[in-house]
């Protein structure tokens, strides 16, 4: 028997106790169609698998979202679960080879899968997603997502392009969404965000010119706010948040 982490699609298992919930199962990795190590160099004594079950793996067991578990469980409890999710969608997404189709393997020293024919080598994919606060004086710039995807506002974010540096990433994206120029683009802090397999960095960067566009395709409204006047804003979760706390709670 080992303990697992189990998911059932993009949601996992616990079980509510009077410490709170429990994500980690015992069961029989045999008895599993899709599991992964979360070390890349487990031992024996402290293995623990990310797994896939359809079905209950206890009478009391409930599933529950990532983004719902956040405030539920410890940063790394929480951190064990978002690796687990990004394992499992790397695996399923690297059964066959995308060269030659064959069947693969698990790398015999690495954390990879390879195939047995060709020998194409597949690692975790992690996309790189910058996510930019604007300020302008004691405002920050808000953008709310078009097609109604997100009851709030956030900030502007998007994928890193082929050869392109992460400021890079953030001037175009800014510019691209919501039509302004910036200046003192700074790094801040990063975030692993397993949904279902990016890295996101955090910018700050200070508005420098132009007239709030929003693209209509990505982003459908995008405005100034102030403390006082902010909208629904993301949960602590995601780096958006932090961003946006701590500049209000350095202003």
């Known amino acids: 028997m080992k303990c697992l982490l189990l998911f059932s699609d993009d949601q996992i298992w616990y079980r509510q106790t009077p410490e709170g919930p429990s994500l980690l199962f015992d069961a029989d990795p045999g008895a599993l169609v899709l599991t992964e190590p979360l070390s890349a160099h487990p031992t024996p004594d402290e293995e623990v698998l990310a797994a896939e079950s359809a079905e209950p793996p206890a009478p009391d067991a409930q599933r ?21 999710r990004q394992l499992l969608h790397w695996r399923r997404a690297h059964r066959f080879c995308g060269v030659c189709g064959t069947p693969m393997r698990h790398h015999a020293t690495e954390r990879a899968m390879v195939c047995p024919a060709c020998g194409h080598t ?5 996309n790189p997603v910058v996510i930019t606060l604007i300020t302008r004086g004691d405002q920050i710039l808000l953008t709310h997502k078009a097609h109604g995807l997100l ?12 050869h392109e540096t992460l400021e890079q990433a953030v001037a175009r994206e800014i510019a691209e969404e919501v039509g302004l120029r910036v200046t003192n683009i700074r790094y801040a802090a990063s975030q692993p965000w397993p949904f279902p397999n990016n890295l996101m960095f955090g910018f700050t960067a200070e508005y420098a ?8 395709i990505e982003i459908a409204e995008a ?29």
């Open 122 to 126: 597949a690692y975790p994919r992690i």
């Open 209 to 216: 010119g132009g007239e709030i566009t929003p693209d209509g």
């Open 151 to 162: 009851p709030f506002w956030s900030l502007v974010a998007g994928f890193v392009e082929a």
């Open 64 to 84: 529950i979202g990532l983004r719902a578990l956040f405030d539920l469980v410890s940063p790394q409890c929480y951190a064990q679960a978002g690796l687990a």
């Open 223 to 251: 405005g100034w706010f102030g403390r006082d006047n902010l909208p629904p804003i993301p949960s602590r979760v995601s780096i958006a948040r932090r961003l946006i706390d701590a500049f209000f709670a350095s202003a």
